[in-house]
Nanobody, 119 residues
Framework: VQLQASGGGLVQPGGSLRLSCAAS????????MAWYRQAPGKQRELVAS???????NYTESAKGRFTISRDDAKSTVYLQMNSLKPEDTAVYYC??????????????WGQGTQVTVSS
């Protein structure tokens, strides 16, 4: 299983970005999908998560600005980020709990995509 993240870039404060992360491989099911971020010198933190039932969870700083969604037909999770702030600058990683026949349930990470918020 591979997770391929995309959509990062440079944006001005107040701008928007949409991150995507597609899972590929012989996948039987995907449970929780999530986005994490890691800023320079800081620990990786959970930004948002979504269950296969659509239940969402956000870190406090993301509430009201970010929206996580998923398309199970495409095995893809999205993160719509609006009203971006310089403190949102980080490498964003997608994460998913995936069921395969060979390995059962395992936790997978994408490669990370850089988001820079700067004027």
């Amino acid at each position: 299983v591979q997770l391929q993240a995309s959509g990062g870039g440079l944006v001005q404060p107040g701008g928007s970005l949409r991150l995507s992360c597609a899972a590929s491989g012989t996948i039987f099911a995907i449970d929780v999908m999530a986005w994490y971020r890691q800023a320079p010198g800081k620990q990786r933190e959970l930004v948002a998560s979504i269950t296969n039932g659509g239940r969402t969870n956000y870190t406090e700083s993301a509430k009201g600005r970010f929206t996580i969604s998923r398309d199970d037909a495409k095995s893809t999770v999205y993160l719509q980020m609006n009203s971006l702030k310089p403190e949102d600058t980080a490498v964003y990683y997608c994460n998913a709990d995936v069921l395969t026949k060979a390995l059962g349930w395992m936790d997978y990470w994408g490669q990370g995509t850089q988001v820079t918020v700067s004027s």
